[in-house]
């Protein structure tokens, strides 16, 4: 079984702030993606969205402390003025799993390679400093096999153990998939033995 990470925050959900720097529009958002295929997958539905756009300035971070991958892109702008900046401001809010996409509309006014640093912080900032995030919990999935006769009281003890039932299957016995916050893992482990007098172990079906 893999060693447990460390909690750290992720985004709740989508969040998008707007800002106007000399006439160009400078749309944020901010969203959660757990694997890279999901950071890819954010970019296109906001290039997607704003097809229009002159820009479209990305920076994410999958996963947490010694487990990361990074990504960004100046996507056409002075090389370093957006991209890095961006990303910078992403690795110091301390949130994982984030992925962020400043959408530029150039207002005709250039604004140098110091404007356009400040300008894509600025945005990413007031982005994350808005965002509302949660601890992740890491979960596993659990297989408990049980007779017809425990059933209940199986059920009982996995909601007292923040379990959340993901599928029933009645055959000669019940099968129960259930997900817990890891730290449950072991407590529920022990009071389904001492339930079926030492007869029924969970077996973790991922790690």
Excluded: C, W
């Amino acid at each position: 079984m893999a060693s447990p990470q460390e909690p750290y925050l992720v985004p709740v959900e989508r969040h998008r702030i707007e800002i106007e720097v000399a006439r160009s529009r400078f749309i944020t958002t901010v969203d959660l993606a757990e694997t890279v295929e999901d950071a890819k997958a954010f970019l296109a539905s906001i290039r997607a969205e704003m097809p229009d756009a002159s820009h479209h300035v990305y920076a994410f971070r999958v996963g947490y402390g010694a487990s990361v991958t990074e990504g960004m892109s100046d996507d056409g702008e002075p090389s370093g003025t957006s991209g890095p900046p961006t990303l910078a401001v992403v690795r110091g809010s301390g949130i994982g799993d984030i992925a962020l996409v400043t959408t530029r509309y150039f207002g005709g006014t250039k604004l140098g390679t110091g404007g356009l640093v400040r300008a894509y912080s600025e945005a990413a900032h007031i982005a994350i400093n808005e965002l509302k995030t949660e601890p992740k919990i890491e979960k596993r999935l659990l297989g408990i096999e049980i007779p017809y006769s425990l059933f209940e009281q199986t059920k009982l003890l996995i909601a007292e153990h923040h379990g959340e039932t993901e599928s029933e299957d009645f055959g000669a016995e019940v099968m129960v998939m259930a997900r817990f916050p890891l730290v449950d893992v072991e407590p529920f482990t022990v009071a389904l033995r001492d339930l079926s007098a030492g007869k029924v172990t969970p077996l973790v079906l991922d790690d």
